[in-house]
Nanobody
Framework: QVQLVESGGGLVQAGGSLRLSCAASGFWFPVKPMGWYRQAPGKVRELIATISSDGKTDYTDSVRGRFIISRDNAEKTVNLQMNSLSPEDTAVYYC?????????????WGRGTQVTVSS
């Protein structure tokens, strides 16, 4: 079955960096777009970064220029390099893959990894 396992979260000071990784299994990874969501306390889960099967990337405005999403099809991993972190980035970060070709409405999910940014 599909499994997405995140790693790399933790506590970091404002201005610092973290790198999240997601190991995928159970599907043909190279053809699947991949994404990262986050959910802050009391807020809706939001899609923050996506990467297509051919490497095209897209970001929500709040992270563009600070976060970089990448993928390694040989290792079946998707990564999120997060720079210039601020307390507003504190959230649980989820790796996701869309279940169908119609977009991000229904996804496979990882369990999430906590990122906490202290001021």
């Amino acid at each position: 079955q599909v499994q997405l396992v995140e790693s790399g979260g933790g506590l970091v000071q404002a201005g610092g960096s973290l790198r999240l990784s997601c190991a995928a299994s159970g599907f043909w990874f190279p053809v699947k777009p991949m994404g990262w969501y986050r959910q802050a306390p009391g807020k809706v889960r939001e899609l923050i970064a996506t990467i297509s099967s051919d490497g095209k990337t897209d970001y929500t405005d709040s992270v563009r220029g600070r976060f970089i999403i990448s993928r390694d099809n040989a290792e079946k991993t998707v990564n999120l390099q997060m720079n210039s972190l601020s307390p507003e980035d504190t959230a649980v970060y989820y790796c996701a893959a869309p279940r169908a070709s119609t977009g991000w409405g229904r996804n496979y999910w990882g369990r999430g990894t906590q990122v906490t940014v202290s001021s």
